[in-house]
């Protein structure tokens, strides 16, 4: 997909990790070592050109990984931070001018995340004004339970990894509907990523995963984005990004959509300026 990549093509879901910042008390897995230099070599061997993110699970409140990240990636790079609910609004500042530009909010059981759902309201409110996104990760068999809460969220809202059904669905039950209908709303997205997370079918075409994906890109366009989920930790075999980013294809099988979810939809889901 190199030839026909649009010239602002946004990755929108990475995790840095390095070795030289401590992990929190909670951590549930011993990442790999995957620093910023490594990330680059994978982004222009795809002829990606932006970034966004996302705080590993594994520093919980700790952003100082993903910061230095993005002081280094200057504004190709936006971030995706973990704060308190009482977090400063000095704070606040202080991330927005490092290029931060949302708050992760990981609901899967089990995972790590360090924020429960009590807190996803009072900091979608704090967030807002900012023009900063939630990043909301949960199984999305549970949309239907937590769509009026969703719905009722101000402000920017991005699902991850295709709703990551934990137990594959299909796009008439009423789980996949919900989501469709949550992105019936202004400023909702969904990521088009890690299809290996809950597929039960083979890479690389991941099935199962892929007729969401076809059907998510067929109904919503302008709410899709695309994401690498780059360096895949807990995944072994690791899998191909470029076979991965060629997925996009298969979902958006026109040029100016994909170009529409690479570039003009990420841009506005993270505050890309240009």
Not at 124 to 150: C, F, M, S
């Amino acid at each position: 997909m190199t030839a026909s990549m649009p010239a602002l093509a946004c990755d929108c879901h990475v995790h840095i990790y390095e070795d030289r910042f401590p992990l929190a008390p909670a951590a549930t897995f011993k990442p790999p070592h995957s620093p910023v230099a490594d990330y680059l070599r994978m982004q222009a061997a795809l002829g990606l050109s932006r970034v966004a993110l996302v705080q590993p699970t594994g520093y919980g409140l700790d952003n100082a990984c993903l910061l230095e990240a993005l002081a280094r990636l200057g504004p190709a790079a936006r971030g995706v931070a973990v704060v308190p609910v009482g977090v400063s609004d000095t704070e606040l500042a202080r991330l927005h001018a490092a290029g931060v530009r949302g708050v992760r909010f990981m609901m899967l059981a089990g995972s790590g995340g360090a924020l429960p759902w009590e807190t996803l309201a009072p900091l979608a409110a704090r967030i807002a004004p900012l023009g900063w996104t939630v990043n909301l990760q949960l199984d999305g068999r549970e949309l239907p339970h937590y769509k009026a809460l969703i719905d009722g969220l101000p402000g920017k809202v991005v699902i991850d990894h295709v709703g990551r059904f934990v137990v594959p669905v299909k796009p008439q039950d009423a789980a996949f509907r919900a989501l469709q209908a949550v992105l019936d709303r202004r400023q909702r997205w969904v990521k088009l990523s890690g299809p290996y997370e809950t597929s039960r079918s083979a890479a690389p075409q991941y099935e199962d995963v892929s007729v969401l994906a076809r059907a998510l890109v067929a109904s919503h366009p302008e709410r899709c984005l695309w994401a690498s989920n780059w360096p895949h930790p807990n995944r072994n075999p690791k899998p191909s990004d470029a076979e991965l980013l060629a997925l996009l294809q298969n979902w958006a099988p026109d040029e100016p959509t994909r170009h529409r979810i690479l570039a003009d939809n990420a841009a506005a889901a993270f505050g890309f300026e240009g």
